[in-house]
C-alpha cells in the first residue's frame, strides 16, 4: 500500500436515481435515464431534467433544521450523514478538531437567487428574506455540514464548476496526507433544476432539445446525442487516514490512490479540442498514484453528452492510455448535476471497484465514429477491476481526476 492512500471508509448519495447508495446504485445498473418532464420548467425551451425524486428535506431533516436550507443545502446533508452512518462513525468517536468537511459547489442555489431578485425588480425590497444569502450562497454547505456533524476541523467548498465534487476529494485527501485530519467529510451538491440554468444552458446551445423523449435526451458518446441534461444531487465520501481507520477496525470500500488536476487554459466554456488538460489531469493523478495507464482497468468517463466535451474527453483517453480500459458514464442515467457529478461518480467508481461490475451507458445505440473508446453499454459488465480513474471537468478548463484502487 502507497503511503500516499488514503481510505473510503464511507458513502452517501442522493441522485436522480433515488435516495440513498442502494437506490442510486440500482438505478446505476438498470441503465434507466431518470430523466423527465419536470412542472418547474414549463413553458420553457427546455422542459425536462432529472430531479431526484420524493425528496422532502423536512421530512429527513426535520422542520426546524430543513427551513433555512436550500435544496443543494439539503441532499448534502442527507447524504452525509448516511456516509458517516456508513463509516460508523459518530459525534462521540471523533476528536471534532480532527475532522474536516470539503465541499464542492458549482452555481449553488439559482432558484433561491431567482425568487429574490423578483421580489427586488418589483420594488417590494423590504420582502427579501434575511436569510436569502446565509441560505444560498456556497460556504453554508460546509458550514451546515459541520454544525450537523458537530465537527470543528478545516471547513470549505471549493468551486470548479462541473469538478468541484472531485475537486473537494482531492482537496480532502491531501489534508488527510498533511496530517492536519484523521477524518475529512467530503463530495459534492448542486441542484440545477430550476428556470435560470435551464434558460442559460438552452442559451448556449448545451442542452439536449429532445423534449419528445426526455428519457432517451441524455446518451454519452452516441452518435445522435445533443447536449447534456440537467440534473441535480449531492454526493459524500467518508475519507480518512489509513492508520486512523485501522486503529478502529473500519472496512474500507476503496482506496483514494491519486489527484490530478489542472487547467486547459483554451476557452472559458469549450474544452480543449485534443484535450491537453484532461491529458494533464490523467497523467499527474496516475504520476501521484505511483501507477502506469496500464495499471487502471476501468474509467468512470465524465461523459456529458456533448459534442466537444465527448470527443475531447474520448481523445485524451486514447492519448494516456493507447487501448483505455472499459469506460461507462453514469450521466446517462443521472444526468448533469454539476458541482455534485463529480463526487457522485467517485462514489459510483467505488462501487464499481467493490462489486466488481461496471454499470452500462445509458441510452449508447451508436457509438459516435470519432470516439474509439470501449464503452460499456445495454447491460452491466462484470470485469477484474484492480484500479480506476474518475474523471471530471468544467467550463473555465477545470480538469480534475481521481485514481481509486480496489480494497482487498
Known sequence: MSAREVAVTGLGLVTPAGVGVAATWQGVLGGESAAAGDPALAELPVSFCCRV?????AERLG???????????????????????????????WDPMRVGVVLGVGTASMERYETEFHKLAGGRATD????????SVPNMVAGELGMDLQVRGPNLTVSTACASGATALGTARQLLLADVCDVVVAGGSESLCSRVP????????????????PAGASRPFDAERDGFVLAEGAGVLVLERVEHARARAAKA??????????????????PHPEGRGAVEALEAALGDAGMEPGDIDHVNAHGTST???????????RQVFRRPPPVTAVKGVLGHSAGGAGAIEAACTVLTLQEQVVPPTANLQCLDPDID??????????????AAVSNSFGFG??????VFRAAP
Open 128 to 135: 427579501i428574506s434575511p436569510l436569502a444569502i446565509p441560505r
Open 63 to 93: 422542520r426546524r433544521l430543513s427551513w433555512r436550507l436550500d435544496r443543494f443545502a439539503a441532499m448534502a446533508l442527507v447524504a452525509a450523514r448516511e456516509a458517516v452512518a456508513d463509516a460508523g462513525l459518530d459525534a462521540g468517536g
Open 397 to 402: 478548463g477545470q480538469n480534475a481526476v481521481l
Open 198 to 213: 435551464a434558460a442559460c444552458f438552452h442559451q448556449m446551445g448545451a442542452l439536449s432539445r429532445r423534449v419528445d423523449d
Open 53 to 57: 425524486p420524493d425528496f422532502d428535506a
Open 253 to 270: 470500500r476503496a482506496y483514494l490512490a491519486g489527484y490530478g488536476a489542472s487547467c486547459d487554459a483554451y476557452h472559458f466554456t469549450a
Open 307 to 317: 459534442v466537444l466535451n465527448d470527443r475531447a474527453e474520448a481523445r485524451a483517453l
Open 373 to 386: 473508446l470501449d464503452v460499456v453499454s445495454k447491460a452491466p459488465r462484470q470485469l477484474r477491476m484492480s
